[in-house]
C-alpha cells in the first residue's frame, strides 16, 4: 500500500484526556502537513514538516497541541488537555513536489 | 475572514450535463488554485490545478478557468456522471510562502442524478 496512513481511524475521549495520533507518510515523501477539518467546513492548516523539522504552524495550533516527525518519517500529533471543541477530523497529507499532495482517510476525534 | 469562498452548499445536475462550480478568493497573493474532490469517510483527492499564469486548464472531463481580475475561478465537469457525486473543495496557495500551505473553501456538495 503506498497511500498515507492515519491511525487510528476514530478516536473517542473524555475532555481533559491526552490524545496521539499517527501519520505514516509515502515513504519517498519529504514533506508532510497536518490539516483540521470540522462540520460544515474546509480542511485547515495546522502544521508543516519537512523532513524532520517542523518549519511552519499556524495559530490555531494552541499549546495543548504538540506535532513531531522524528527522523523525518512518521508523524505524529497529541492535543493534551482535550476539548470539546477540539472535536474534528484530523487530516495527514504528504508530498514530494510542491503541490503533490496526498492525503490521508483522517483521524476523527470525538471529545465528550 | 474567509479567503476562500464556496458560496454554494451544494449543486444537483443531471447526468450528461455540465456541472459548474464556482469559487471566490480575496487574498491577492495566492498564486496557484487546486480543487479536490472528497467521498465520505475518505481523504480529499485532487482532481486539477492552475497557475496564475493561465486562465485555463483542461484534464479529461475537467476544466477549471481562472479570472484573476475577478479573483474567480471554476470547474466544470462535462459530461456529468454519477460517480462524480462528492463535495469539491476548492484550494488557494501563495507560493511564494514556501510551505505551500493551502486554505481551502468550505465545499459543494454535487449530486448527479441519473
Known amino acids: 500500500d503506498t497511500g498515507v496512513s492515519q491511525d487510528p481511524r476514530h478516536k473517542i475521549t473524555k475532555r481533559g484526556q491526552n490524545v496521539t495520533f499517527r501519520c505514516d507518510p509515502i515513504s519517498e515523501h519529504n514533506r508532510l502537513y497536518w490539516y483540521r477539518q470540522t462540520l460544515g467546513q474546509g480542511p485547515e492548516f495546522l502544521t508543516y514538516f519537512q523532513n524532520e523539522a517542523q518549519l511552519e504552524k499556524s495559530r490555531l495550533l494552541s499549546d495543548r497541541f504538540s506535532a513531531e516527525r522524528p527522523k523525518g518519517s512518521f508523524s505524529t500529533l497529541e492535543i493534551q488537555r482535550t476539548e470539546q471543541g477540539d472535536s474534528a477530523m484530523y487530516l495527514c497529507a504528504s508530498s514530494l513536489e510542491e503541490y503533490g499532495y496526498t492525503f490521508g482517510s483522517g483521524t476523527r476525534l470525538t471529545v465528550v | 475572514d474567509q479567503q476562500v469562498k464556496q458560496n454554494s452548499p451544494s449543486l444537483s445536475v443531471q447526468e450528461g450535463r455540465i456541472s459548474i462550480l464556482n469559487c471566490d478568493y480575496t487574498n491577492s497573493m495566492f498564486d496557484y488554485f487546486l480543487w479536490y474532490k472528497k467521498y465520505p469517510a475518505e481523504g480529499p483527492t485532487f482532481l486539477i490545478s492552475i497557475s496564475s499564469i493561465k486562465d485555463k486548464n483542461e484534464d479529461g472531463r475537467f476544466t477549471v478557468f481562472l479570472n484573476k481580475s475577478a479573483k474567480h475561478l471554476s470547474l466544470h465537469i462535462v459530461p456529468s456522471q454519477p460517480g462524480d457525486s462528492a463535495v469539491y473543495f476548492c484550494?488557494?496557495?501563495?507560493?511564494?510562502?514556501?510551505?505551500?500551505?493551502?486554505?481551502f473553501g468550505k465545499g459543494t456538495k454535487l449530486s448527479v442524478i441519473p
Open positions: 484550494a488557494a496557495s501563495d507560493s511564494g510562502a514556501g510551505s505551500y500551505q493551502l486554505t
